[in-house]
């Protein structure tokens, strides 16, 4: 399994904004970028997106910046997953009805393994929270 940069670099944003959530601080995304090495443009576009999702809030001017609005105890690794992920790979791990995208599903060897596989990971992911990262 491979995460894309913007998963990657999510997880580094918003383990940097976990003190806001409490301090109700708002940080700015180009000293996050400096100190974690990140690209300031994408690391801003990021917390755009974050914002758009209900994770982040926004301030602009000089005291403006980011902070973190869901507790970071509450924030799962499935749930930022999805906010920068294509659906799985595996077309019948899609849906809920794998036989409406994959013609195959009824015959197909693999579809029982890659259900509990896929099963098996999302309950990881659910399990783990921003706050245990």
């Known amino acids: 399994m491979k995460f894309s940069r913007k998963t990657d670099y999510g997880i580094?944003?918003?383990?940097?904004?976990?003190?806001?959530?409490?301090?109700?601080?708002?940080?700015?995304?180009?000293r996050i970028s400096e100190i974690h090495r990140l690209p300031a443009a994408?690391?801003?576009?990021?917390?755009?997106?974050?914002?758009?999702?209900?994770?982040l809030e926004a301030r602009r001017g000089v005291q403006g910046g980011?902070?973190?609005?869901?507790?970071?105890?509450?924030i799962t690794l499935r749930e930022i997953i999805d906010v920068f992920e294509e659906p799985p790979m595996m077309r019948c791990m899609q849906s809920s009805h794998?036989?409406?995208?994959?013609?195959?599903?009824s015959?197909?060897?693999?579809?029982?393994?890659w259900a509990e596989v896929d099963k098996?990971?999302?309950?990881?992911?659910?399990?783990?929270?921003?706050?245990?990262?």
């Open 120 to 133: 098996k990971v999302n309950k990881i992911f659910k399990k783990i929270t921003l706050a245990g990262l």
């Open 42 to 55: 994408f690391t801003e576009k990021l917390a755009v997106k974050l914002s758009q999702v209900g994770f």
């Open 66 to 74: 980011y902070r973190l609005v869901k507790d970071p105890k509450k």
């Open 12 to 30: 580094i944003l918003l383990k940097a904004l976990a003190p806001s959530f409490v301090k109700r601080d708002f940080y700015s995304v180009s």
């Open 98 to 105: 794998p036989e409406k995208l994959c013609p195959l599903v």
């Open 107 to 113: 015959v197909c060897p693999a579809h029982k393994t």
